[in-house]
């Protein structure tokens, strides 16, 4: 059995969430079942870009990993594109027995077993601005099907409507680890990005819920948007 | 029983460290056994500024902490200076009898049973580029009056002599969980920050660590630098 992966890549530092600041190898799944307006990673999404999405066997997959981190045991994040449409049972089974430890982001659409294998369950449900709408019954699915595995909440907030989303969503899982993240409005990688402008999208973010007696969310920025722009790889 | 305290203010977001992007109050506490060379609180060190430090009751300070916070229960950080040359016993019994949560951020110079009671504990001990010499006695006694709560080591790393010390410390505690931050040499609290500036110096560490294959350290900005620049209260 394949799967089918954009990229692997690292080790670099996880740049957001629970993990931020964490040496990390990324597999990017390819294939996608959400359409966000704003998705920074189209190359994993856009079936346009299925020829490059390799059919690659799990223990490959861990042999690139390893290879990556001169077989030193460390975190390895799946992510995408969409992860849970894929079966990552192998690899993570794989990874585990030789000391590796996995954590999954995914928009919690589809619901996987292989998710209470995993170190951290990242859910990300889509806000208003991505265009999409998400399905609570599927969404509730993937926290069952995390069981033991701790299980966070993370989402982006590109605007007022965002956030008031969000306040609702986390009234709705008051026990889920909430992190909130400035959305980047600047996905082209050719482009570059201004430090200045993450500065201020994250201190708009912390007015509107620190600063409004919010005391619930941590927020984070992308750091590798920071450090690396919106360049692949990295 | 008095406290020198040279501000109380928030609540904001913890800008480094384990603890990054959670709405804190910080308390910062006056005075200080170390005078590193580039320490960015020199408010909270000099004598020259010990008229500024209020001489306040643990009942004070909490009360300014819930006014601060709206009566709302979160995560109280108690930095300096070292706060650990002063007796937080009451401060924290009283805050943790109304559902708040304390961590404290110190070079490890002064041990105090108080560290126990704590849901954090931060160690800092100060590379070459401080100017000072760490007493590994004292730092031992630190961790040891910790007890059972979670205690993190976190380094500044300002240039190649502070990582290669850095490296070595690490060695010495392979059981603390390890924060690396690129040192801010901008302290002028009236000079801009420039955000491509730490970015760059981002990316030096990132290369310089996980780049280099030591994947065991966290590597984190100071996310109020890159938000507020030096301002004070933030």
Redesign the interface.
Known sequence: MTLRIAEIFG???QGEGAL????TVFIRAGGCDYRCSWCDSMHAVDSRFRHEWLPIQADQIMAEVEHL??H?P?MVSISGGNPAIQDFTPVIALGKARGYRFACETQGSVARDWFSDLALLVLSPKPPSSGQVVDWTAFDACISAAKGAETVMKIVIFDQRDLDWARDTAARYPDLPL?LQPGNSETDPSKPVD??H??DR??WL?DQ??GQ?W???????Q?HV???GNKRGV
């Not at 931020?20 to 040496?23: D, K, L, T, W």
């Open positions: 080790p670099t530092i931020i600041g964490q040496p981190s001169g030193q460390l992190y430090p200045q993450l500065a994250m201190l912390v819920t620190v007696g005391l619930r969310p941590r927020i984070l920025p750091l920071l450090i690396w």
